[in-house]
Each structure stands twice: as structure tokens, then as C-alpha cells.
């Protein structure tokens, strides 16, 4: 794999997610942490693109239960719940917000207003075409929302799309979620793969492999 036309996307390894005092902790979310940091250390050393996205909501939106929606109040912009993670390796990459307007942002490439309908796209379909990648590899919280959606989007888009699976948990709203995902990734022709097993095969020293 090329590391230059290919990106990481990190799904908000935020407090509010990853932090068991968060307010919609994921469960086993501290396990994930030294993979997504293998997986991120391997970006770095083979020149992929690591993007880190955030959920961002205003205090008030239709997004939480409390407003009408499904969720209790989570990753409110500025917040020490929408900080990441202390744990979390930070590279130099990009981060992306998304939730900014009051949406329900699941996606990392697009949102839609619970309200109004109203669907819109953020800047990292953009920002990848910019940069020429063709394949992500996402990991992080929670698969059956954000890495659900944003990989969905990836293959909607044409992108080669991979989820590490060592390297995310699901939020299970209502159980058997996180296995759903998975099967609805599948169908749709996600790939599979583990951060363990990217972060072994490093390509910093070595020419890209095949394929
Ligand atoms: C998410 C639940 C609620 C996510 C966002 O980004 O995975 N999950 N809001």
C-alpha cells in the first residue's frame, strides 16, 4: 500500500466517548487506545494522511435527547467531553469537525439536519481529492455510528475503504449494533483488517507493497 495516496481517519477519540467519566462512554474504549496509536504511528511512517475527527455540538441541538433527539448530551464545542482523548497520539494531520451546525453528524463527509432534512457535506472529501488519496483506513468511535457512516460515505465516494476492527468499539444503542455494522460494511464492499496488523507490516523502510 502507498502510504502517500492513502488516509487514516480516527473517529472522535474524544472524552465524552473514550473517557469512562464521558457522558456516552463507549464501553472498552481505553482497549482500543494502543492499536489506533500503532495505527496512527504507522501513518506517520509511511506518509499517509491521518485525519482526527471531532464531534462539535452547540449546547443546544436537536441531536440531543433533551431537544428531542436520541443522544444525552455529548462533545459540546469546547468542552473538556469534546476534547480528545489524553491518550490519543496526535501527529500532524487535520482534524474534522462535524455536529457544528446543530446536525446530527455522524458521517466525517456529510450531515443531515434532524429537523429540517437539510444535508450538507463537511470539507474532507475536498481535502482528500486534494491530496490525491484513494484508499482510508478508519478506525475509531463508535463503529455503528461515526466509522459506520463515514465508511459508508468513503465507498459511496469510490474510496478504497478499510475498517480496522481491532481498533474501534461499538456504542450499542440497542445490542447487536456493532455486528450489524459490520455485515452492512461488508455488503457494501468495506474491507477488513486489523491496526495490529497494518502497524506490523510497516512501509517506512521498505517498498510499497503490492497490490
Ligand atoms: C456518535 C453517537 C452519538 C459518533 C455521535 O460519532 O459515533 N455516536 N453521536
Known sequence: MNGSSTALIIADI?????????SLYVRGAEE????????????????????????????????????????????????????????????PGETVRKGVGGEDGYSAFSFRDPVSGKVGETRLEKLLRARGVRELMVAGLALDYCV??????A???????????????????????????????RRKGARFAT????SEKRTGHAPALQG
Not at 474524544?14 to 464521558?22: K, L, T, V, Y
Open 195 to 198: 491496526a495490529r496488523e497494518i
Open 155 to 185: 465507498l459511496r465516494k469510490g474510496f478504497a475503504t478499510t475498517v480496522l476492527l481491532d481498533a474501534t468499539r461499538p456504542v450499542e444503542l440497542h445490542r447487536g449494533d456493532g455486528e450489524r455494522a459490520v455485515e452492512e460494511l
Open 32 to 91: 482500543i487506545f494502543p492499536v489506533v496509536n500503532a495505527a496512527i504511528e504507522w501513518a506517520r511512517s509511511t506518509g499517509a494522511i491521518v485525519v482526527y475527527t471531532q464531534d462539535w455540538h452547540p449546547l443546544s441541538t436537536p441531536h440531543f435527547k433533551r431537544d428531542g433527539g436520541i443522544w444525552p448530551v455529548h462533545c459540546v464545542r469546547n468542552s473538556w467531553g469534546a476534547e480528545f482523548h489524553d491518550s490519543l497520539l496526535q501527529v
Open 148 to 153: 459506520k457512516e463515514t465508511a459508508l460515505d
Open 14 to 22: 474524544q472524552n465524552d466517548f473514550a473517557h469512562p467519566e464521558g
